[in-house]
């Protein structure tokens, strides 16, 4: 479970109540197999089938080049700002698609604002590099409509894009459409299926000329993109006595916490898969522990610098001002397995090269249950401590420095998934990403380490 917030900890606090309101990894090699449960092996097998279902709604016949071809589509629910409802979507394979690929869904009001929601098929369970000749795969896709959509209706338009040519070297290539069927083909290439007309929270429908066409108010918006800014700092004090590391966070909890309770897309993250990340400074090392809960704590890559993202994993991208934008990624798997990588660029070099790179980190990590035990768990706590020295510092960085850096956490049973990633600071589905991300500032405030408190009944400490 995740230890309650500290009232010191506004920014953590700030986190947690625009969730309350409303509120990928490192690149899987194409073709990867992830370990799947029973459920998860009888939940492919219930979404792949022989035909398509007698009612469906919309019949649409989309071809992808000689691929895909989608039959057709049901939307589940009311589309209403503030709510969510189920895109259902129909594809027949006609031939394999190799490489590693991805399906996109934009909900979109053209020229003002995009929402994505990209994934692998079938909850991140099977993805379409892997879908065999003749099946009929469902796909459903939750669409969260955002409580602040200006506009009263919405396009909803998809595809499919190379996601391993994007991470290997940006590149942006899609399936191209051979025929639309019943759909319109943008000019980007993008299929448009349908526009939504959007009601309020409250259901009601929305009136021309009425209400429901006023702008939202720009001070309200101003507001809430301040709000979004703040959440996105965090203050990195000083540590008077070092932690030991252990793997326990008992002598953290008096320090303020970054909440990790979205996706990468910016949609709440399920409440089983939350946690908080923590960082201290002194004048050697960087400290960082980080909690999650987590009911099947899993990682059967035990190597350090191996695929850890496959699993249970959590990971911290750092970049330092003044190294001319070369970027630190470290990761600390339950298993106490760990990865760290320096990069130049944007995925440069392949991280089978960038992870020669050695942090000198130590690391220990405990669990609440088994790791890799079929069972019921309750969660995970990874600590460590990194040299400055090694991240390319001759000493610890002066009080006022800002790194640019992110906090995410990939949950074993979607690790092909966003709705199974969390993070500090949402800016999509590449991790790797880190303009417009989170800011560490080196702090001089003190955060001498407190004796632990009495755990609370809903959030006892992992032991």
């Keep these: ?4 917030l500290s009232s010191r900890a506004p920014l953590a606090l700030l986190a947690l109540a625009l969730l309350s309101l409303g509120a990928e990894g490192c690149r899987r090699p194409a073709g990867s197999q992830i370990v799947l449960t029973k459920d998860q092996e009888q939940q492919i097998s219930e979404n792949v089938l022989t035909a398509p279902p007698a009612g469906l709604q919309n019949k649409v016949d989309c071809k992808f080049e000689d691929k895909l071809t989608l039959l057709g589509y049901d939307i589940k629910g009311q589309p209403k700002k503030g709510g969510t409802f189920d895109l259902v979507m129909y594809y027949r394979v006609d031939q394999p698609v190799q490489g590693d690929w991805k399906i996109f869904v934009h909900f979109e009001a053209p020229g003002k604002r995009r929402q994505p929601f990209d994934h692998y098929g079938v909850g991140g369970l099977y993805p379409v590099g892997q879908w065999k000749k003749g099946e009929i795969i469902r796909d459903v896709v939750q669409v969260q409509v955002p409580a602040d959509w200006s506009e009263n209706s919405a396009q909803v338009l ?11 070297s940006q590149g942006d290539r899609r399936l191209k459409v051979a025929s639309p069927g019943t759909t319109t083909v943008q000019g980007d290439g993008r299929v448009l299926l349908t526009t939504v007309q959007l009601g309020s929270e409250g259901g009601e429908q929305p009136k021309a000329g009425g209400a429901g066409n006023e702008p939202t108010p720009k001070i309200d918006m101003q507001v809430a993109a301040a709000m979004a800014n703040m959440v996105k700092q965090y203050s990195v004090g000083k540590v008077a006595t070092a932690p030991v590391i252990d793997g326990k966070d008992d002598e953290w909890q008096q320090v303020p916490a970054i909440a990790v309770a979205i996706q990468p897309s910016g949609q709440p993250l399920a409440n089983n898969l939350r946690g908080q990340a923590r960082l201290q400074w002194n004048a050697e090392n960087l400290f960082f522990t980080a909690r999650f809960r987590d009911e099947d704590v899993r990682n059967s890559h035990t190597a350090n610098d191996s695929e850890l993202w496959e699993g249970d994993n959590v990971e911290l991208f750092l970049r330092l001002p003044g190294q ?3 970027y630190y990624e470290l990761q600390f798997s339950p298993n106490g397995a760990h990865f760290d990588a320096m990069f130049t660029a944007p995925r440069t070099p392949k991280w089978e090269e960038a992870s020669k790179f050695d942090s ?9 249950g088994t790791v890799n035990a079929d069972g019921a768990d309750v969660g995970f706590v990874v600590e460590a401590k990194i040299p400055w020295k090694n991240l390319g510092l001759t000493a610890a960085p002066p009080v006022g420095t800002v790194i640019e850096s992110n906090v995410y956490r990939i949950d074993d049973k979607g690790a092909h998934d966003m709705g199974h990633m969390g993070t500090w600071a949402a800016v999509g589905g590449d991790f790797h990403k880190l303009d417009g991300a989170g800011k560490l500032t080196i702090s001089d405030r003190a955060t001498a380490p407190a004796a632990p408190s009495a755990p609370v009944p809903a959030a006892a400490p992992i032991k």
């Design 324 to 326: 001319d934008g070369k």
């Design 1 to 4: 479970m995740v230890a309650a």
């Design 158 to 168: 998809i595809g499919f894009f190379d996601w391993g040519l994007y991470t290997t």
């Design 360 to 368: 000198g980190m130590e690391m220990k990590t405990t669990t609440e």
